[in-house]
Each structure stands twice: as structure tokens, then as C-alpha cells.
């Protein structure tokens, strides 16, 4: 019993842990998705056209999709912009959902899986956007590092003389 509450314990106080082990699982996982486009740009333009987007729009829909999976995913990775890596992915997401898997969801098996995992996929940056960084973020240890420097005291900052009385 005592087992059961100490981990019971340990998930309460390391809770914000897990939260940062799915950002990083998706920084990984959505930058491999933009390296994946990037290389089977055929495979992102025929998901678009089954979209019913417009040939123009597509090549500029394509830049952005690669690069916002690319480099939010990077950075959803590393903690660092957090929230702001996770925003750039959500309309790439919504999209994704809504007008590319939903309209097809309930036809074919395939088709409703990559819905709902991209759904989960949208849902998830969704937190993330709101949650932040968390403890194993850069954005963490940067903010760390500045407010240990925003919060020092006067008698820090002065250099100490040699002599031990304070300069007149």
C-alpha cells in the first residue's frame, strides 16, 4: 500500500514530466512527417488535390506545411518557442482534419484511423499551445536563467572591497 502511494505521490509532484515527454514525442514524430513531405512531395500534393485546394494555392500550401512541420517540430523537440512552435502546427493540423480526413473519415478504414490520429495529433498541440514548455524545455532553463538574473539582490550585484567596509 505504501508502494501505491508514494508513486501515487511521485505522479502528483513529476505530473508536468509527461507532458513534456509528448512534446517531445511530437517535435520528433512531426519533424520526421515534414522530412517525409519534403522527400514525397507527390504523396502531400495528391493529399491536398483530394482536398479540393487549388493548384496555385497547393505548391504554397506544400512550402508551408513542410516548413511548419519541419521547424515547429524542431523546436516543439528542443522546448524552445513552445507555444509558439505548437500554434504554427495547428492550422496545418486543422486543415488536415477537417477538410483533408473528415470528409472521407467514415468511408474507408484507413481513412478514419489517420483521422483520429490526426485529430489526437491537433488536440495534443492544442495543450501544448496552452501548457507551455514545461521543465524539460529550453524555454524553461532560459526563463531559469533570467529570472535568477531579474531577482538579485543589491548586495549581489555591488563587488565586495578587499578592505570588508563598503566604498564611501
Not at 514525397?40 to 491536398?48: D, F, G, I, K, Q
Not at 522546448?79 to 470528409?103: D, K, S, W
Not at 572591497?161 to 564611501?168: D, E, I, K, T, Y
Amino acid at each position: 500500500m505504501k508502494d501505491l502511494e508514494y508513486t501515487n505521490h511521485w505522479i502528483k509532484v513529476h505530473g508536468d514530466l509527461f507532458i513534456d515527454l509528448v512534446r517531445i514525442y511530437l517535435g520528433v514524430a512531426l519533424f520526421w512527417k515534414g522530412v517525409y513531405f519534403a522527400s514525397h512531395t507527390e504523396e502531400l500534393a495528391r493529399l491536398m488535390e483530394q482536398s479540393g485546394s487549388m493548384w496555385l494555392a497547393t505548391g504554397t500550401i506544400a512550402h508551408f506545411v513542410i516548413l511548419a512541420h519541419l521547424a515547429g517540430g524542431f523546436f516543439l523537440a528542443l522546448g524552445l518557442v513552445t507555444r509558439a512552435a505548437a500554434l504554427v502546427q495547428i492550422p496545418v493540423l486543422a486543415v488536415a482534419v477537417f477538410y483533408v480526413h473528415l470528409p472521407r473519415a467514415f468511408n474507408v478504414v484507413e481513412s478514419r484511423q489517420n483521422f483520429e490520429f490526426t485529430a489526437l495529433i491537433l488536440f495534443l498541440l492544442c495543450l501544448i499551445s496552452v501548457y507551455g514548455g514545461g521543465r524539460l524545455s529550453v524555454d524553461f532553463f532560459l526563463a531559469k536563467k533570467e529570472n535568477a538574473r531579474l531577482y538579485r539582490t543589491e548586495e549581489e550585484e555591488l563587488p565586495k572591497p578587499a578592505s570588508g567596509r563598503l566604498p564611501v
